[in-house]
């Protein structure tokens, strides 16, 4: 089992242009996670899927767009980059059933120029 | 004031020192509550769940105090290998799951 992978694992964008971050599960877990690190300010959510077909705004969603394709993948689109998006991005997914568990991706290193 | 709050560290130890962590939440909603591990530039991982009755892994010690909304992990006999950011993170019931605290970082030094 590779857990949870993401794509690309860096990538260097100028401001104004979009990309796709990629991230599948292979664990049948229901629930999918994006999240984003930066110094100093922890780990925020940007946005969830519950299960497939959900999609919730998290903390900072603003700037950022996801689509839950199916069960195994969760993707995040930054339409227009900012120099503001530089950061880490994970995902991550959850069973979310009972008492339930994170798993992580490796991350994703954004920098916007 | 934040949901999840920790220890604001750093803290630097020495090798074979107990180090104690700290973290308070503020939604006494939360179900459940756990500790990650998170390596400079490397995804969080688990470290170990938190139960009401306390639980221990080998050298790290959870504990949870419900009424006064506490969450403790204390590590013993410390190694080098354990240098990280340690979170804290709890699960509440509803809406969005997993709310994580800030981190405190762990220095051990030879």
């Known amino acids: 089992n590779a857990g949870v992978t993401q794509t690309p694992k860096f990538q260097v964008l100028k401001t104004g242009q979009s990309m796709t971050l990629q991230c599948a599960q292979d664990?049948?877990?229901?629930?999918m996670y994006w999240y984003r690190q930066d110094p100093g300010m922890g780990l925020r959510l940007i946005y969830y899927?519950?299960?497939?077909?959900?999609?919730d705004k998290g903390e900072v969603p603003n700037g950022y767009n996801v689509s839950r394709l199916n069960k195994r993948e969760f993707s995040l689109r930054l339409e227009s980059a900012a120099p503001s998006q530089t950061s880490v991005y994970f995902c991550?997914?959850?069973?979310?059933?009972?008492?339930?568990?994170?798993?992580f991706g490796p991350g994703t290193r954004l920098t916007v120029l | 004031r934040k949901e999840v709050e920790q220890d604001p560290g750093p803290f630097n130890v020495p090798e074979g020192a107990t180090v104690a962590f700290n973290c308070t939440y503020s939604?006494?909603?939360?179900?459940?509550f756990f500790w990650y591990r998170q390596d400079c530039r490397k995804e969080p991982k688990l470290l170990m769940s938190?139960?009401?009755s306390g639980n221990e892994d080998g050298r790290f010690t959870a504990q949870l105090n419900r009424a006064s909304q506490y969450i403790s992990l204390l590590i013993r006999d410390s190694k080098l290998s354990d240098s990280a950011t340690y979170l804290c993170?709890?699960?509440?019931?509803?809406?969005?799951?997993?709310?994580f605290g800030p981190g405190t970082r762990l220095s051990v030094l030879p």
């Open positions: 899927s519950a299960s497939e077909g959900t999609t």
């Open positions: 993170v709890v699960n509440r019931v509803y809406g969005q799951n997993f709310v």
């Open positions: 938190v139960y009401s």
């Open positions: 991550a997914s959850s069973s979310g059933l009972g008492t339930d568990t994170q798993y």
């Open positions: 939604n006494s909603a939360s179900q459940s």
């Open positions: 664990m049948n877990h229901n629930s």
